[in-house]
């Protein structure tokens, strides 16, 4: 009995805005810096624009770094959303584990559901609803509902 998924963030509108952003200081670098033209009517100093740029580089690095990782064998349920969790759940610790149709729980990423408790997802709307031993529950995104409702069912059997 095993489980492995890697989600990444694969929202084309996603990048599209990402990369969007990161080309409007690069313009206002090329504009500013290299032709001496001023960028705009108030425009940022040259330092400043090329700090933005490189908050922006560093935010569009992140979402591509970002992956959700899920692992489940016979004794745990592992799973890593760097920079934000990094957990292994013995089966012992678990109530309760069913696959279910979350929706959306206003966006992705790392959200807080009263109904699903703290949601881990890079896209679509299913999950593991896990509930822990004293009520804790959490939610971790799946794009292979088919493989892991499988696995789930097994563990039922046990």
Request: hydrophobic share 45%; charged share 20%.
């Amino acid at each position: 009995m095993s489980f492995e998924e890697e989600q990444r963030f694969n929202q084309w509108w996603l990048w599209l805005i990402l990369i969007g952003l990161n080309l409007i200081p690069a313009f206002g670098i090329y504009q500013q810096v290299f032709k001496g033209q001023a960028f705009g009517n108030h425009p940022l100093s040259d330092t400043g624009l090329i700090v933005l740029q490189a908050f922006l580089l560093l935010f569009l690095w992140t979402f591509w770094r970002l992956r959700l990782k899920t692992a489940i064998n016979e004794e745990f349920i592992t799973f890593t959303f760097y920079p934000f969790a990094n957990k292994t759940i013995p089966w012992t610790e678990v109530r309760s584990a069913t696959l279910i149709n979350y929706g959306f729980v206003g966006g992705w990423g790392v959200r807080l559901s009263s109904k699903y408790g703290t949601v881990y997802n890079t896209s679509g709307q299913m999950g593991l609803l896990l509930e822990l031993d004293g009520g804790k529950k959490i939610c971790i995104g799946t794009q292979k509902p088919e493989e892991l409702g499988r696995l789930i069912e097994k563990r039922k059997e046990f």
